[in-house]
């Protein structure tokens, strides 16, 4: 069958939520064209930003990276794109991808902004994830605490106005029905892509609307290095069950995630309108956190007090 769009070369994956049946060049444009148009219906990026792209060196950063470089090509470049990469010290995992990451950047001339967990808290992950005893946070959640504030130094440091995250369409509908499912009401609204005050640095998820299995493709069909080995630490529990259940779902009712995608967008934006509403204020009100100053919904910051746990369990040196 000759692909439904160019109708000239022959077909190489089909779209079954739409119908298409697309070639490969096809399936690239048409990635390009929907992550544009999610660019531009959410108001995500304003021609002239610095944008940095958080670039772990993984298939999902890496296809943003270059999507958002393509979209930028011609005569008048709308962003400025730098790279912001974070090295969590776990040996023989994190090297690949970093190395991975800077190819990608060096092939499309785009900077990078390397910060470390080692340079900016003073331990790498390995050294604070040594203890496994009686944990009450699971290596990722203790782990995601240090990124997030790591993305943001390493945004401050290369001074950009948004940071991009690869989050795409699974990754969002995974974590909507995770929140549903630990009665996490209050997370909700972290499943915009509006700016989060917590945040100082506005962030955007430019693949939200593309499907994990397309990123993949894209990934593949653009020749983007694959990493051989996975994080050590990941555990993903109910994580799993959910993306084989909405997996399940979607293979017998085509489209079924973009449906729970939108359901998802209006329960947000309804919810964090009410809350707004209660609070006779637009912004979520944050404090300067008492130990390191950083902006926080308490009077001690997630990353001070989970510092804090690590102290107590960890034999990382510096103790
Ligand atoms: Fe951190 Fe978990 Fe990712 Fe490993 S898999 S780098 S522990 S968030
Ligand atoms: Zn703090």
């Not at 945040?199 to 069909?221: C, G, M, N, Q, S």
Request: charged letters at 30%.
């Amino acid at each position: 069958m000759d692909c439904s769009r160019c109708g000239e070369r022959p077909s190489y994956y089909t779209r079954r939520y739409s119908g298409e049946a697309l070639c490969a060049e096809c399936f690239k444009e048409t990635t390009v064209e929907k992550v544009t148009r999610t660019i531009s219906k959410h108001g995500m990026l304003r021609r002239g930003d610095r944008v940095g792209v958080a670039v772990s060196g993984g298939k999902d950063s890496l296809s943003l990276l270059k999507i958002l470089h393509e979209i930028n090509g011609g005569p008048r470049p709308r962003w400025d794109l730098v790279a912001l990469t974070v090295d969590e010290g776990v040996e023989g995992y994190r090297d690949e991808a970093i190395d991975h990451a800077r190819a990608v950047c060096d092939e499309l001339g785009v900077p990078m902004v390397l910060v470390s967990y080692s340079g900016l808290f003073g331990f790498s992950l390995d050294q604070a994830l040594d203890w496994k005893d009686g944990r009450e946070m699971s290596s990722c959640s203790i782990c995601g605490v240090f990124r997030r504030r790591a993305i943001d130094e390493a945004a401050a440091k290369a001074k950009v106005d948004v940071v991009a995250t690869a989050h795409n369409l699974d990754d969002h509908v995974q974590t909507f029905m995770m929140n549903l499912l630990h009665g996490d009401v209050e997370r909700l609204e972290w499943a915009e892509h509006s700016p989060s005050d917590e945040f100082p640095i506005r962030r955007v998820k430019p693949l939200t609307e593309v499907y994990e299995e397309e990123v993949a493709l894209y990934a593949y069909l653009s020749k983007i290095p694959f990493q051989s080995t996975s994080c050590p630490y990941m555990h993903e529990g109910l994580r799993s069950e959910v993306r084989d259940y909405l997996n399940e779902l979607e293979a017998n009712h085509p489209g079924i995630k973009n449906v729970l995608l939108n359901s998802s967008s209006e329960v947000t934006s309804k919810l964090s309108s009410a809350r707004q509403a209660a609070r006779g204020t637009r912004d979520r009100a944050t404090v300067p956190c008492e130990r390191c100053g950083k902006p926080s919904s308490k009077g001690v910051c997630g990353v001070c007090r989970v510092t804090e746990i690590v102290r107590q369990h960890s034999k990382y040196t510096g103790r």
